[in-house]
């Protein structure tokens, strides 16, 4: 850890404030891109970001100083961000049971996906975008989790180690396979 | 076997993006991409699918009060234990203060002038 991780840690243990708007500024945008491509909503990827500050503030006292301060607040953004993957997916399946209650057979016709799209669509610009974020929202949990922290947060296999708690030879074999996934997802749109 | 031999390749394709493939296993996958369409098609399409994922690196930013907002969640949910009660300076602008503290001394000052007796006089 360096010796600006010491100092500002010291202060945050402190309760200093404003240590801790500058912990916020300096983490903000990458936490909430992070939870931003996990979650694939802005709202909720907000309210996320925000737990994941106030969680990093109260349980400061519980950091060993084993990794680096941002190591450790990418590895709360995560696991608030799974955490929230599951409860929707929860609320998700218990709004659909109770949709399924009280419509007719007939009516799922109109609540079924939304138009199809059309595979020789070229896109472009801000619809690619938007398509690999559908497609990163359509991986697995654990892929999602990979291609995240190295495609898109840059961090090296060393820190998603510390993150996921996989060895390096897991996060490798698996990342492959998350690339690969993904590739297959959206390479008809390219 | 030589099914086999197309996904052992593909299983380098992402060491070898990431610069991580070692010598002599680097050569030998060069070499089978050069030789080998369809892997040499395999493979442009995961560095296609991975420089899409390059242009959406750092976007969205946060919301602009974001800090704001956090801080704010923190001093509401904990009553002020985490940093402390907020002193008067904190939570009332500056500018308010000051026409505060000089509307007292000007009444002070004129309850002391305008006394009939005089004696709330300074100097007496």
């Known amino acids: ?190 | 076997m030589e099914a086999e031999a197309h996904e052992e390749y593909e299983a380098q394709f992402s060491d070898l993006h990431d610069g991580t493939l070692a010598e002599p296993a680097r050569s030998a996958l060069l070499g089978h991409l050069e030789t080998c369409a369809a892997c040499k098609a395999s493979y442009a399409e995961l560095e296609q699918t991975l420089a899409a994922l390059t242009s959406m690196k750092g976007k969205p930013p946060a919301p602009e009060q974001f800090t704001e907002q956090v801080t704010e969640t923190i001093h509401k949910r904990s009553a002020g234990r985490f940093f402390g009660r907020k002193t008067l300076g904190d939570r009332v602008p500056f500018g308010v203060l000051l026409i505060v503290a000089l509307a007292v001394l000007v009444t002070i000052a004129v309850v002391l002038w305008g006394s009939s007796t005089g004696s709330l006089r300074l100097g007496h």
């Not at chain 1, 472009?124 to 991986?139: K, S, V, Y």
Request: glycine share 4%; net charge neutral; proline share 3%.
């Open chain 1, 1 to 190: 850890m360096s010796l600006r991780d010491r100092l500002l840690l010291a202060r945050l243990r402190a309760r200093d404030e404003r240590a801790f708007r500058e912990l916020v500024e300096e983490h903000r945008d990458r936490v909430f891109n992070l939870t931003y491509r996990m979650l694939g909503n802005k709202a909720e990827a907000e309210d996320v970001a925000q737990e994941v500050f106030i969680a990093v503030f109260k349980t400061i006292d519980t950091f060993r100083e084993e990794s680096k301060l941002s190591t450790w607040i990418y590895r709360v953004a995560v696991n608030h961000s799974k955490n929230r993957i599951k409860y929707l997916a929860r609320r998700h399946q218990r709004d659909q049971q109770e949709l399924d209650e009280h419509n007719d057979p007939g009516d799922q016709a109109v609540a079924g996906p939304s138009t199809p799209r059309r595979p020789d669509r070229q896109v472009e610009g801000a619809q690619i975008d938007r398509l690999m974020q559908e497609a990163i929202a359509e991986l697995e949990e654990e892929h999602r989790t990979l291609v995240v922290l190295r495609d898109l947060e840059d961090l090296s296999i060393e820190e998603i180690c510390e993150i996921t708690g996989l060895p390096d030879g897991t996060v490798k074999s698996r990342l492959h396979r998350a690339r690969i996934a993904l590739r297959k997802k959206i390479q008809r749109h390219l």
